[in-house]
């Protein structure tokens, strides 16, 4: 199966920009559906941004800051996740998901491939 693999996180602070990237182990262009996540410790996983497998529909959570912008580049199989103007509030662990299905998921119950995830924290 499809195996991804996060990149990209790291430390930057409040109101900077910071732009993960997911790298899928086979093709992605067909009919995956993609999708990011993040994750504070001791917090549920909520939805950050998906975008459908045609490259033509995106959504992105209530509680996402202003700026993220979800993109992929499916010659290269990879999906990346533009983050701009992040508040603080410590850190969380941001992971990609991929299903093979049409449409646009907001669910995580969806998903059935997910990378390691890529920590990102955000100084005051």
């Known amino acids: 199966q499809v195996h991804l693999a996060e990149s990209g996180g790291g430390l930057v602070q409040a109101g900077g920009s910071l732009s993960p990237s997911c790298t899928a182990s086979?093709?992605?262009?067909?009919?995956?559906?993609m999708g990011w996540f993040r994750q504070a410790p001791g917090k549920e996983r909520e939805f950050v941004a998906a975008?459908?497998?045609?490259?033509?529909?995106?959504s992105y959570g209530d509680s996402v800051e202003g700026g993220f912008t979800i993109y992929r580049d499916d010659a290269k199989n990879m999906v990346y996740l533009q983050m701009n103007s992040l508040k603080s509030g410590g850190r969380a662990v941001y992971y990609c998901?991929?299903?093979?299905?049409?449409?646009?998921?907001?669910?995580?119950?969806?998903?059935?491939?997910w990378g390691r995830g890529t920590q990102v924290t955000v100084s005051s």
């Open positions: 975008i459908n497998s045609s490259d033509d529909g995106t």
């Open positions: 998901a991929g299903t093979l299905q049409l449409g646009v998921w907001r669910r995580d119950r969806e998903y059935t491939n």
């Open positions: 086979a093709c992605i262009s067909s009919h995956y559906a």
